[in-house]
Protein backbone atom coordinates (compact mmCIF):
# COMPACT_ATOMS: atom_id res chain seq x y z
CA UNK A 1 0.00 0.00 0.00
CA UNK A 2 2.70 2.36 1.06
CA UNK A 3 4.79 1.67 -2.39
CA UNK A 4 1.44 2.12 -4.68
CA UNK A 5 -0.30 5.36 -2.77
CA UNK A 6 2.12 6.60 -0.07
CA UNK A 7 0.12 5.87 2.59
CA UNK A 8 1.37 3.06 4.94
CA UNK A 9 0.18 1.39 8.03
CA UNK A 10 0.96 -0.48 11.47
CA UNK A 11 -1.04 -2.47 13.66
CA UNK A 12 -0.33 -3.64 17.19
CA UNK A 13 -2.10 -5.69 19.43
CA UNK A 14 -1.79 -7.55 22.27
CA UNK A 15 -2.93 -11.10 22.27
CA UNK A 16 -6.02 -10.76 23.93
CA UNK A 17 -4.27 -9.29 27.03
CA UNK A 18 -2.25 -12.24 27.38
CA UNK A 19 -5.37 -14.98 27.29
CA UNK A 20 -4.48 -15.81 23.75
CA UNK A 21 -1.01 -16.79 24.70
CA UNK A 22 -2.40 -18.99 27.82
CA UNK A 23 -0.74 -16.22 30.25
CA UNK A 24 -3.03 -16.85 32.84
CA UNK A 25 -3.81 -20.15 32.54
CA UNK A 26 -2.53 -21.13 36.09
CA UNK A 27 -4.88 -18.32 37.36
CA UNK A 28 -4.62 -14.43 38.13
CA UNK A 29 -1.27 -13.61 39.67
CA UNK A 30 -2.46 -11.20 42.49
CA UNK A 31 -0.36 -8.11 41.54
CA UNK A 32 -1.09 -8.86 37.62
CA UNK A 33 -3.10 -5.99 35.69
CA UNK A 34 -5.80 -8.69 35.65
CA UNK A 35 -6.31 -8.17 39.09
CA UNK A 36 -7.19 -4.47 39.18
CA UNK A 37 -10.62 -3.27 39.35
CA UNK A 38 -11.10 -2.10 35.69
CA UNK A 39 -10.44 -4.99 34.08
CA UNK A 40 -13.47 -7.12 35.58
CA UNK A 41 -14.12 -7.40 31.90
CA UNK A 42 -10.72 -9.73 31.51
CA UNK A 43 -11.78 -11.87 34.57
CA UNK A 44 -15.12 -12.82 33.04
CA UNK A 45 -12.85 -14.00 29.88
CA UNK A 46 -10.28 -15.92 31.97
CA UNK A 47 -12.43 -17.82 34.89
Known sequence: LFHKIGVGAMTW???A???VSGKYDG???PY???S???Y???KDKIL
Open 27 to 29: GIP
Open 32 to 34: SRA
Open 40 to 42: QWL
Open 13 to 15: SPL
Open 17 to 19: CGI
Open 36 to 38: LKG
